[in-house]
């Protein structure tokens, strides 16, 4: 870190992209934007008696803000702050963000949601399909309006009605058009009834993307977790062995997406569609793809392809993955893994995210590792994914 | 592979032990094994008008032998033999498995059933208790009776009826004295309405296998498969699509259990009871364990286990897996595994098994491994594992 005017020209010298980050959505995000008669049945925040703010619909509060803005909180999961007032402000206010993000090196963050759920799924449960994209929509024209800020620096990634696809294609233009970078999708649609990945029904959707040059994200947590973090589980173990059980479930999960996604055929038929495996990790990706080939060819009767290409050869052209907290990953599987398919992120204000030690961890985990392999995970593959552009001139860091 | 009676005198440098096989039963496993009133109601094997060679309950066919009997089939799954004349003799006959044995320079293999599937959870749909037990229990005495053509070189993995854990106890100490050397078990309780892991339902069952010095076995495919292969995700993809897909996410769960069991306090209360995790593969270990600790020290207030260790410690100690197609694992992630911790395997005669390419794949897999290590992983663990004991003098191979 460093004030010197004379710091290097290229950025990734001295600012890092961080690819999955979160925001502390805000009270008025749905409030704010919707249409009128909409403004009494959209979700809104209410605080306890005993100072906890949360998000409530139809009368029942569904969130507590503070449990995924704990960045700094000293108690682990699930303590964290009550409201707003002792969260982190850059969890919910942009320019707070800016502020954090120029102390940390970080040029850029990737912002995901909190109460709509990792994949948009909790729109599902909305009363009616007329109010599920209501809010939708006023959330997505919240990001734009929080992104603001600076949007050079923070970049949106857009929900869809993904239970119509005709309506998520409509969106997607729209959002495209909003200066969104990319879409939020589910990982796991047949789990809310939808068909397979695979299924030619999606299609509509894949080519609007590809058309219009936007990724898709799989976070981490995007399908049914209604079975993971149960308090049956908690009974039997505790809290703390819980949450670890939950985090490798949903990270294997992202897992198998990636698998379905390389079995879907998607990639052959959208040949520059990108996709983007949130907040999964990288180190199981080298079995996977392994796995993967193998078994898909002692599947078939030629033991070749039905594709120009191996499934895991796709992955290496079409398909991205971020980490945050590995170590032996980057150094020791690098020989395994396409460097130009790794993001670095730190998942602020979340728990178990980088936060105090952003840096450190950083270091650890590119320890060994080339200068070139460093400079594409940490700028060159989230700058040329969500086309963010070098600061130039560099500008001076406080 | 050499007939020279002066061949090297250490067994892994000749032979080596299989870690994961399977017996195609034969049709007399139950109705020859259990008493007389019950020889109506078990599984039996009719041969269809098209010469199908399929189990039977109730006058319901639920498994065709052949689906799992393929090795050397030239078509891909499901295609296979149709009965038991066209399975290679090995898969069923135990005479023929010591003479591949031998062809193949496998000293030892551990055998694992297909009717009862991989986790014998199977026997639960059996239509009443006192069927069930009996079932489960003429299935372990036909391993041993199948294991007799040379108790030596076959090991076997006895079942359980682990919906009742006295009745399992009682099982694994029958067990044990009859020459089994380990116990399967279902990887996911809960699945089936039973105890998590880790509650201390199962710490009688833990205890007894602990004092017997039995391992518990947690084969691919032992939770609940329903969701798995389905004919919806075939007609969106393809069989070999749906095929390599169904594999991952067997070989992916595998590792969601390992985090459990890490997470249980199983390995703490009991420190001498061992694990393996079984046709797995190991490429996903490094990131489990690296996962694992890290969100579970991030969910603890003073960031420290509650045990004597952190859970990856535990696998070291604790916990070995089995690999058979992976080449990239070994090779470049040695350095990340406990190499004490890893057995080969070839999973004859199933869909996907090594079979004419072993040694190869086998050679492949352990290219650049230091001597020592290949002979941990194909000789040392395994026999350390099942007290397997080197043939003295070597005999000769054929």
Redesign the interface.
Known sequence: MTDDASAPTHPSEDWFIDADTHITEPPDVWVDRVPARFRDRVPHVERSADGVDQWVLDGQPFYNIGLTAVAGWP???PGGPRNYDECHPAAYDPAARLAYMDDEGIWAQVLYPNVASFGGQRFLSFPDDELKLVCVRAYNDFLRDWAAADPRRLVTIMSTPFWDVDAAVAEVRRGAEAGHRGILFTGEP?RFGL?????RHWDPLWATAQDLGLPVHFHIGSGDTASSFTP??VA??????????T???M???N??QV??LL???ILPRFPDLQFVSVES????I???L???D???R????DRTS?WDRM?SEYFATNVYACYW?????TT??L??LPADRILFETDFPH??CLYGNVHERMEASLAGVPEYVRRKILWDNGAALYGIAAPEPAPVRA
């Open positions: 108690e682990p999961f047949h068909p397979f990945l695979a299924d049956e589980r039997a173990t505790s809290t703390a062995a819980t949450f670890a059980y985090a490798i479930e990270f294997l999960k897992g198998l698998a379905d079995m879907s055929g990790g990288i180190g199981w080298p079995f996977v392994e796995a993967v193998h078994n898909y002692e599947g078939r009767v039905e499934p907290f590995e170590t032996a990953a020791e599987m020989g395994l728990p178990t």
